[in-house]
């Protein structure tokens, strides 16, 4: 996460150098669904369904809820999604 943010801000000040704001959305682009795939990885991990990621649309509350969860450490032993990561 740490070498995103600091990727990111690399490319949004040379992006802000540039005539045409495109670098920073290709960026984007590119780590939405990596960034999606680690997020629904880790609400797996915590026993809970990749779709719950849809409660981040909930004002307030939702986004926090979230943090929460993927913050939270991973269920112990084999779940429902399958065996516990190494």
């Known amino acids: 996460m740490l070498f995103i943010v600091i990727v ?25 669904l990596p960034g999606l795939a680690v997020m629904f990885r880790r609400l797996h991990d915590t026993d809970r369904s990749a779709w719950w990621w849809l409660i981040a649309f909930v004002p307030l509350v939702g986004a926090i809820l979230l943090i929460v969860w993927l913050c939270q450490r991973g269920t112990d032993g084999p779940n429902r999604f399958g065996l516990a990561p190494a």
């Open 8 to 32: 990111g801000l690399v490319v949004g000040i040379i992006d802000w150098a540039l005539p045409y704001r495109i670098l920073l959305a290709l960026f984007d682009l590119a780590t939405l």
